[in-house]
């Protein structure tokens, strides 16, 4: 069998290996951070569960690190009193971003992990299968409820050659998107495999894993071999390392493509999106103003070591700054004691903390026009933190020759000889004492509450008969939850919805806010227009809680992104898909829209009349919705659905 399938049929608890039909899993680990983690737990404070079902379960401190004002603080107080009162692990803020934390310390290969963030499947690169989920699946899967997703088709990505001198696995990883791009991918698995799959380390095989988030994909694996086996070494972890490997027959593959790691050359993704690859040759000469190196794509000891020794003997360019954030403090610990840290402040490198930081836009952004260089997963418009940036995706080896040079650089034409860098020292430094492990529940422990911290989302409502609304604002394709409910500054609202809310496609329209508390004041309900790939990009919930709480009760758009749906599902908002996307056309934004007899056409799951009143027509949309996925609606969401079972 295929290493999707093995681990999914030795977790399966509901349904059965069946592409496409919806299935349940056992979940082994979680994953929270500060900017989803909050809402999660308060989720689970709401559901009312006493008592954590997981393996293991870490909450990690990593997104919003900075503590301008109270808010930040307070919710750091809260997760770590909140860890401490169910048992979880919790990794202190500076200990390190958690997908690069938790590969080091805690992922293991055959095992299942969901996190609140999109790009959990890093850990896919040690041979786990690891799902990007919302905060509130995440809780329900803590307190031991499977979590349901529908059984993913399998595409194999056969690697063979090896990678040449200044290529590298981010250059890999940019060449999928450009073979899958952003779109079309829900549903699937990447699963490597090949002769090529032995030249890679788990950190390479993990910058790989991480960026198929960006394709959409359910997640990406890696198979758990010798090279798995000296990564846990190192770690001290060798006891989790179990082999596991893919048969050699083909047929749980739906496809096949395969990848000649020999002809891969260096790539970039240009602005605004990680599909929109060209090679770095074709780019060079382009003045660049900023340099940013880390983020949990690439930010592993070789990765910054790589650099350190491209940098070593250099300055940093006049006209660039250079940023470095190390993925964790191990990392930094062991680059200082190889003497990396030391060339790059040499260098004239700033040397950031580790955490997220400049990739979620709270801190480092660029100047106005200014040209970024980041080995970061996102470049959409304003992520950054500066909306008129222009931000390309790069490998560390190509950002650290822009540093130097000044402009876009092919580093093969570089007259210095690529530095030969082991993926791991030969005795490996580790400290976990930024990690504070439980020592036992404690139900009774005191949870620290902050004036920011709201309560979770609450008054709940079945779906109404019909719905009748109004064109709220209308989009294009490819709309991020970056764009629904921005990060950077406005996150440290997290834990306080009817704050956050005020937000809601601050990026695309400020006025979004004042149209949909007015249309709520009058009983009307909001409806949001949208095109293909709607809800790309992060797990973050508050994408789907703060529309929902601004009255927001259905988005017809053309297609879905996966997580987002499923976190429109859980807060009750309709989620429908137009018949023909020729009446997308036809709908301008204030239209009145009634969509008619809908609790009927979902419970007997049937395609729904949209009449626009405005236009005097009406159209069809549908839905791809499972039964329980419709229960779910029905009730008003998860959190009204869960109760209503366990009544």
Same mark, same amino acid.
């Given at each position: 069998?295929?290493?999707?399938?093995?681990?999914?049929?030795?977790?399966?608890?509901?349904?059965?290996?069946?592409?496409?039909?919806?299935?349940?899993?056992?979940?082994?680990?979680?994953? #929270?951070?500060?900017?989803?983690? #909050?809402?999660?737990?308060?989720?689970?404070?709401?559901?009312?569960?006493?008592?954590?079902?997981?393996?293991? *379960?870490? *909450?990690?401190?990593?997104?919003?690190?900075?503590?301008?004002?109270?808010?930040?603080?307070?919710?750091?107080?809260?997760?770590?009193?909140?860890?401490?009162?169910?048992?979880?692990?919790?990794?202190?803020?500076?200990?390190?971003?958690?997908?690069?934390?938790?590969?080091?310390?805690?992922?293991?290969?055959?095992?299942?992990?969901?996190?609140?963030?999109?790009?959990?499947?890093?850990?896919?690169?040690?041979?786990?299968?690891?799902?990007?989920?919302?905060?509130?699946? !995440?809780?329900?899967?803590?307190?031991?409820?499977?979590?349901?997703?529908?059984?993913?088709?399998?595409?194999?990505?056969?690697?063979?050659?090896?990678?040449?001198?200044?290529?590298?696995?981010?250059?890999?990883?940019?060449?999928?998107?450009?073979?899958?791009?952003?779109?079309?991918?829900?549903?699937?698995?990447?699963?490597?495999?090949?002769?090529?799959?032995? #030249?890679?380390?788990?950190?390479?095989?993990?910058?790989?894993?991480?960026?198929?988030?960006?394709?959409?994909?359910?997640? *990406?694996?890696?198979?758990?071999?010798?090279?798995?086996?000296?990564?846990?070494?190192?770690?001290?972890?060798?006891?989790?390392?179990?082999?596991?490997?893919?048969?050699?027959?083909?047929?749980?593959?739906?496809?096949?493509?395969?990848?000649?790691?020999?002809?891969?050359?260096?790539?970039?993704?240009?602005?605004?999106?990680?599909?929109?690859?060209?090679?770095?040759?074709?780019?060079?000469?382009?003045?660049?103003?900023?340099?940013?190196?880390?983020?949990?794509?690439?930010?592993?000891?070789?990765?910054?070591?790589?650099?350190?020794?491209?940098?070593?003997?250099?300055?940093?360019?006049?006209?660039?700054?250079?940023?470095?954030?190390?993925? *964790?403090?191990?990392?930094?610990?062991?680059?200082?004691?190889?003497?990396?840290?030391?060339?790059?402040?040499?260098?004239?490198?700033?040397?950031?903390?580790?955490?997220?930081?400049?990739?979620?836009?709270?801190?480092?952004?660029?100047?106005?026009?200014?040209?970024?260089?980041?080995?970061?997963?996102?470049?959409?418009?304003?992520?950054?933190?500066?909306?008129?940036?222009?931000?390309?995706?790069?490998?560390?080896?190509?950002?650290?020759?822009?540093?130097?040079?000044?402009?876009?650089?092919?580093?093969?034409?570089?007259?210095?000889?690529?530095?030969? !860098?082991?993926?791991?020292?030969?005795?490996?430094?580790?400290?976990?004492?930024?990690?504070?492990?439980?020592?036992?529940?404690?139900?009774?422990?005191?949870?620290?509450?902050?004036?920011?911290?709201?309560?979770?989302?609450?008054?709940?409502?079945?779906?109404?008969?019909?719905?009748?609304?109004?064109?709220?604002?209308?989009?294009?394709?490819?709309?991020? #939850?970056?764009?629904?409910?921005?990060?950077?500054?406005?996150?440290?609202?997290?834990?306080?919805?009817?704050?956050?809310?005020?937000?809601?496609?601050?990026?695309?329209?400020?006025?979004?806010?004042?149209?949909?508390?007015?249309?709520?004041?009058?009983?009307?309900?909001?409806?949001?227009?949208?095109?293909?790939?709607?809800?790309?990009?992060?797990?973050?919930?508050?994408?789907?809680?703060?529309?929902?709480?601004?009255?927001?009760?259905?988005?017809?758009?053309?297609?879905?992104?996966?997580?987002?749906?499923?976190?429109?599902?859980?807060?009750? !908002?309709?989620?429908?898909?137009?018949?023909?996307?020729?009446?997308?056309?036809?709908?301008?934004?204030?239209?009145?829209?009634?969509?008619?007899?809908?609790?009927?056409?979902?419970?007997?799951?049937?395609?729904?009349?949209?009449?626009?009143?405005?236009?005097?027509?009406?159209?069809?949309?549908?839905?791809?919705?499972?039964?329980?996925?419709?229960?779910?609606?029905?009730?008003?969401?998860?959190?009204?659905?869960?109760?209503?079972?366990?009544?």
């Amino acid at each position: 069998m295929s290493i999707t399938r093995k681990i999914i049929e030795s977790h399966i608890e509901y349904g059965e290996f069946e592409p496409g039909e919806e299935i349940a899993i056992r979940i082994d680990q979680t994953l #929270t951070q500060d900017a989803t983690g #909050t809402m999660a737990y308060l989720q689970l404070e709401a559901l009312g569960i006493a008592e954590l079902k997981t393996e293991l *379960s870490v *909450s990690y401190v990593d997104h919003n690190t900075i503590q301008a004002g109270f808010e930040n603080a307070d919710d750091h107080r809260y997760l770590c009193s909140i860890a401490r009162k169910y048992g979880i692990f919790f990794s202190k803020p500076g200990n390190g971003i958690c997908h690069q934390v938790h590969l080091e310390r805690f992922a293991s290969p055959g095992k299942t992990l969901l996190g609140s963030d999109s790009h959990t499947p890093t850990a896919g690169g040690i041979g786990m299968f690891a799902i990007g989920a919302g905060g509130l699946d !995440v809780a329900v899967a803590m307190g031991g409820s499977p979590f349901y997703i529908k059984c993913p088709k399998i595409r194999a990505i056969n690697l063979k050659g090896k990678l040449q001198p200044w290529v590298t696995a981010k250059d890999v990883a940019l060449k999928v998107l450009e073979l899958f791009t952003t779109r079309g991918n829900v549903g699937y698995v990447f699963e490597y495999r090949g002769e090529g799959v032995k #030249t890679l380390s788990v950190a390479e095989r993990a910058t790989i894993a991480n960026m198929g988030a960006e394709c959409g994909v359910t997640t *990406s694996i890696f198979p758990s071999d010798e090279r798995t086996l000296e990564f846990l070494r190192a770690q001290q972890r060798a006891h989790d390392w179990l082999e596991l490997k893919a048969g050699d027959d083909t047929a749980d593959y739906e496809s096949e493509v395969e990848i000649d790691l020999n002809e891969v050359v260096p790539l970039a993704a240009c602005p605004h999106s990680p599909d929109n690859i060209k090679p770095v040759a074709e780019l060079e000469g382009t003045e660049v103003n900023q340099v940013c190196i880390g983020s949990c794509t690439n930010s592993s000891f070789k990765d910054l070591m790589t650099v350190a020794k491209i940098l070593e003997g250099n300055k940093v360019h006049p006209d660039v700054e250079l940023i470095i954030a190390p993925g *964790s403090r191990q990392v930094l610990m062991n680059i200082a004691r190889a003497g990396g840290l030391s060339a790059l402040i040499d260098a004239g490198a700033r040397i950031a903390e580790c955490t997220c930081g400049f990739c979620i836009g709270n801190s480092y952004a660029p100047a106005t026009d200014a040209v970024s260089l980041r080995t970061s997963n996102r470049n959409f418009k304003g992520r950054s933190g500066t909306a008129s940036a222009k931000v390309y995706l790069v490998s560390p080896e190509t950002a650290a020759v822009a540093a130097i040079s000044g402009k876009i650089t092919d580093p093969r034409g570089e007259e210095m000889s690529y530095p030969a !860098v082991e993926p791991l020292p030969q005795t490996l430094y580790i400290d976990d004492s930024m990690i504070i492990k439980p020592s036992k529940k404690d139900m009774n422990a005191d949870v620290y509450r902050g004036p920011n911290i709201g309560a979770p989302p609450s008054g709940f409502m079945p779906l109404p008969e019909s719905i009748h609304g109004a064109v709220t604002i209308k989009l294009g394709d490819n709309i991020t #939850t970056d764009h629904i409910i921005p990060a950077g500054s406005r996150l440290k609202y997290r834990s306080n919805i009817a704050r956050y809310a005020r937000y809601v496609f601050e990026p695309l329209d400020r006025c979004f806010y004042d149209r949909a508390m007015e249309n709520r004041a009058r009983g009307k309900y909001n409806i949001i227009i949208a095109g293909d790939s709607y809800g790309q990009g992060s797990s973050r919930e508050h994408a789907a809680i703060c529309p929902a709480y601004l009255g927001v009760k259905a988005v017809i758009a053309k297609s879905f992104e996966r997580i987002h749906m499923a976190n429109l599902i859980n807060f009750g !908002v309709l989620p429908l898909i137009f018949s023909s996307h020729s009446d997308y056309d036809a709908i301008d934004m204030g239209d009145e829209l009634e969509l008619m007899a809908v609790r009927r056409s979902i419970e007997d799951n049937e395609p729904i009349t949209v009449y626009d009143r405005s236009k005097g027509h009406e159209f069809g949309v549908n839905h791809q919705l499972t039964m329980r996925e419709r229960e779910i609606l029905l009730a008003g969401g998860l959190i009204p659905y869960i109760r209503g079972h366990r009544r």
